[in-house]
């Protein structure tokens, strides 16, 4: 969704190192630890979590902009942004115990967005 959709631009993926390595063009990292000197994006564990979890969001503010997920300095960004996205796409929220109002829905002064 963020590349193709948002952004416009084609994507390939890869689970092999040795393949990633040997690209020469423009490629991004979106894991733990960064593989060399690529564009990198440090992941968040929800992304790779099974089931639901209740989740600590904590806001932060980065060059005038809200976010969440943060991962460090390490990161190209500082926090994940594919996470965040993740996350307000699915409605994650709205899957955990939450306070309904009368008509059994959940409430917009709850959610994070």
Same mark, same amino acid.
């Given at each position: #969704?963020?590349?193709?959709?948002?952004? /416009?631009?084609?994507? $390939?993926?890869?689970?092999?190192? =040795?393949?990633?390595? !040997?690209?020469?063009?423009?490629?991004?990292?979106?894991?733990? %630890? %960064?593989?060399?000197?690529?564009? &990198?994006?440090?992941? #968040?564990?929800?992304? &790779?979590?099974? /089931?639901? *979890? $209740?989740?600590?969001? @904590?806001?932060? =503010?980065?060059? @005038?902009?809200?976010c969440f997920f943060y991962t460090g300095e390490k990161s190209a960004i500082p926090f994940d942004i594919f996470?965040? !996205?993740?996350?307000?796409? *699915?409605?994650?929220?709205?899957?955990?115990?939450?306070?309904? $109002? =009368?008509? /059994?829905?959940?409430?917009?002064? %709850?959610?994070?967005?």
């Open positions: #969704h963020v590349c193709t959709r948002v952004l /416009g631009i084609d994507v $390939d993926f890869t689970t092999t190192i =040795e393949k990633f390595i !040997a690209h020469d063009s423009l490629k991004m990292s979106y894991t733990k %630890q %960064q593989l060399g000197n690529e564009f &990198f994006i440090k992941s #968040h564990e929800i992304m &790779f979590e099974q /089931g639901l *979890s $209740d989740i600590s969001i @904590n806001v932060h =503010e980065w060059e @005038n902009t809200k996470s965040a !996205a993740f996350y307000l796409l *699915s409605r994650y929220e709205e899957y955990l115990p939450h306070v309904k $109002d =009368e008509y /059994g829905r959940f409430t917009a002064t %709850q959610s994070l967005a």
